[in-house]
């Protein structure tokens, strides 16, 4: 939903010529980086000879590495640009994604989920629910994940392009197949360590060529000081001409602005829906802070692949842990400069907007901030960094998504449905396979969306409504010895058919149903909710009168009948789980604390 | 498995040198503000501070893998 507007935009929107020209530095910095990432995926190629190796990595990494990799694949360039514009349009509110809805599910995954995931030595989070559940339980779980994530890297690798064709005259094919074509490269040839190494130097390259943008704003506004100042003298969001002359013209009407100090916070006004978002804290903390947020961090293979290639338990819990630190100054570095725009770039709207008339393109409109600051205060140099972090994201992104659609495709479904026990070489040969196919299907769904591109707001809201109720059937899975295989199996049905159910409700307000808000953001808040409950109410329901697995065939995989690991004394504080996880929840409630 | 600091380390100082060499031939201030800052200079200096020890770290490790390898063979 985040991405939606911007996509839409991106979609809605005529094109105008090239705004940023790039200096022989630029594509400089441009040409040594594509150097690498395709050198790094010659270099762990070698690496490669087992399906294992390339899979998971030959389950060998340590957890600083799968740590970083693990934000870094949910990095992607729609990321990046979606929470800058974001925070143009919601401030602080927006770093609710991150301290509400990531921290507490990735450290509950570290600490309660990562033991079962690892310990149970699976080779994918639908293979977990064939074992702790049933073959259709995988099926469900996997077949989904198979068809949506090279579409989600697809809509991923159309809307990049269109932001190098809106800024800076590049064709669209050219950006798709160039960038198609490296993650190619160096997918296919190393799996998933390459995937994760290059995600490793995408983390830090994202890093350090979008912080400086946080710090020139500040500069630009003059200071933290003098920025807050404008803040408390202002009103938003910006009214169009259009909406003031509505205004004007029927005397009462409320113009829909609010103090800017609103955009300062996250809580703030919560209790009712006065505040930028137009959500309440309940919506916040139990749709996206538990349910939705649950489900994505601890349930969806993309994140949980990077850990399950760390080289031993405790480095497999602390992959998510030790990710919990970096996403948690995230927002300082690309929500902040969104919001510091506010001052610098005033009066920019949705790309889909009408000013006087004419509908504004998308390199005038907020969607974009993120590349509008750059082509505004990034100089030659500077601006090839940026730009080269901004197609980084891109590849975590779509390599991310590569490496576990081949995964899931060649484990959960070829290895299961359509040849069983072949040799290990086999699946190593199919998955490189399935490596060119995922990225001929995200290039040819790019050119869907590019014809046709109302499928790409349905396709993203759809895989978020099937993934929302994942985690009830997880927890139940996990944490209940009582569930059965037929419970799990209707749990995740039941679960996903009222998400969708209560999504089509929300998308036709014309029905006479009960499920409408005034917000999308609420709705999906609210949607995921008693989804959730379906799902979780089902598991039990259907548990109750079913017939439920031999206790010895859920050691490893349910809390109860697993026995506790013996706890290393020796090892140090820094690499204590638990240690690590408390502090990375206190640091979060400073934060949170600090900007209420 | 090759140490992954080194290529990361090799990548920032390239890149960091490149930003701090067109920073010296050719300063450009931050456009469209008042102060006078040569952020590529600085800019480059920064990767270069944090490309350098990458490499060092990683180089050191590369070479004592190295060496364990070779004592093992025999």
Redo the contacts between chains.
């Keep these: 939903m985040v991405i939606n507007t911007l996509l839409a935009a991106a979609a809605a929107t005529p094109r105008s010529g090239a705004i940023i020209h790039l200096h022989g530095?630029d594509w400089?910095?441009l040409a040594?980086?594509l150097l690498?990432v395709v050198?790094?995926g010659i270099?762990?190629g070698r690496?490669s000879k087992t399906s294992e190796d390339f899979f998971l990595s030959g389950r060998?990494l340590p957890a600083w590495?799968t740590g970083l990799a693990f934000i870094s694949a949910n990095l992607g360039a729609l990321e990046v640009m979606g929470m800058s514009q974001q925070g143009y349009e919601y401030g602080m509110m927006t770093a609710n994604y991150y301290w509400i809805g990531a921290i507490p599910a990735i450290v509950f995954m570290g600490i309660a989920m990562m033991p079962f995931f690892y310990g149970s030595k699976v080779r994918s989070v639908p293979e977990f629910l064939k074992k702790r559940y049933n073959e259709g339980a995988r099926f469900i779980n996997a077949f989904t994940f198979a068809v949506f994530t090279p579409a989600i890297s697809g809509i991923s690798m159309y809307a990049l392009a269109v932001v190098m064709q809106d800024f800076l005259g590049w064709h669209f094919a050219p950006s798709v197949w160039v960038s198609a074509v490296v993650v190619l490269v160096y997918t296919f040839m190393g799996g998933l360590?390459a995937s994760i190494?290059n995600e490793?130097?995408q983390f830090?390259?994202i890093v350090?060529g979008i912080a400086?943008m946080t710090i020139?704003a500040l500069?630009?506004n003059h200071g933290w000081a003098h920025f807050k100042k404008w803040i408390a003298t202002h009103q938003l969001p910006f009214l169009t001409p259009d909406q003031v002359a509505a205004a004007a013209a029927k005397p009462g009407t409320a113009a829909h602005q609010m103090p800017a100090t609103q955009w300062m916070h996250t809580f703030h006004n919560t209790l009712t829906q006065n505040n930028p978002m137009h959500i309440t804290w309940p919506g916040i903390v139990l749709g996206l802070g538990f349910v939705l947020s649950f489900s994505y961090w601890c349930t969806n293979f993309l994140v949980v692949q990077r850990a399950l290639a760390a080289k031993d338990m405790n480095s497999a819990q602390r992959t998510p842990l030790l990710a919990a630190f970096p996403k948690m100054i995230f927002p300082f570095i690309v929500i902040l400069p969104g919001l510091l725009a506010l001052p610098l770039l005033p009066h920019l709207f949705p790309g889909n907007t009408t000013v006087n008339g004419h509908l504004i393109p998308a390199t005038e409109s907020f969607n974009n901030v993120m590349p509008l600051m750059m082509a505004?205060?990034?100089?030659?140099?500077?601006l090839g960094?940026g730009l080269t972090a901004l197609m980084a994201s891109f590849m975590s992104g779509m390599a991310g998504n590569v490496t576990a659609f081949n995964t899931v495709f060649t484990y959960d479904l070829y290895a299961v449905f359509i040849k069983p026990n072949a040799t290990d070489q086999h699946y190593l040969w199919v998955g490189r396979i399935m490596t060119i196919v995922g990225i001929i299907i995200s290039v040819g769904f790019a050119y869907v969306v590019r014809g046709q591109s109302g499928i790409m707001g349905y396709t993203q809201t759809i895989f978020g409504v099937v993934n929302a109720p994942l985690i009830a059937v997880f927890l139940l899975g996990m944490f209940a010895t009582f569930t059965t295989p037929a419970g799990g199996l209707w749990g995740l049905l039941v679960g996903t058919a009222t998400s969708v159910t209560l999504w089509v409700i929300r998308s036709y307000p014309g029905l006479p149903l009960w499920h409408h808000y005034n917000n999308n953001t609420t709705g999906a808040f609210w949607g995921a909710v008693w989804a959730f409950c379906a799902g979780a109410g089902a598991t039990i329901v259907v548990s109750l009168f079913t017939k439920k697995k031999k206790d010895e065939e859920l050691v490893g995989l349910v809390y109860q009948l697993t026995p506790k690991p013996p706890q290393d004394a020796n090892l140090p504080w820094w690499k204590k789980p638990i240690v690590l996880g408390v502090l990375a929840l206190v640091l979060t409630l400073i934060i949170n604390l600090l900007f209420w | 498995m090759m140490d992954l600091r080194l290529p990361i380390g090799i990548f920032f100082v390239l890149v960091g040198l490149i930003m701090v060499g067109y920073g010296v031939v050719s300063p450009h201030d931050i456009p469209n503000i008042t102060e006078k800052v040569n952020i590529n200079l600085y800019w480059g200096i920064v990767l270069l501070v944090f490309g350098a020890p990458m490499t060092i770290f990683g180089w050191r490790a590369e070479a004592k893998a190295k060496s364990e390898m070779k004592n093992k063979k025999p």
């Design positions: 530095i400089a910095i040594v980086y690498f050198g790094i270099i762990t690496g060998s590495i360590t190494y490793v130097l830090f390259l350090l400086p020139i500069i630009a505004r205060y990034y100089p030659a140099g500077l960094l």
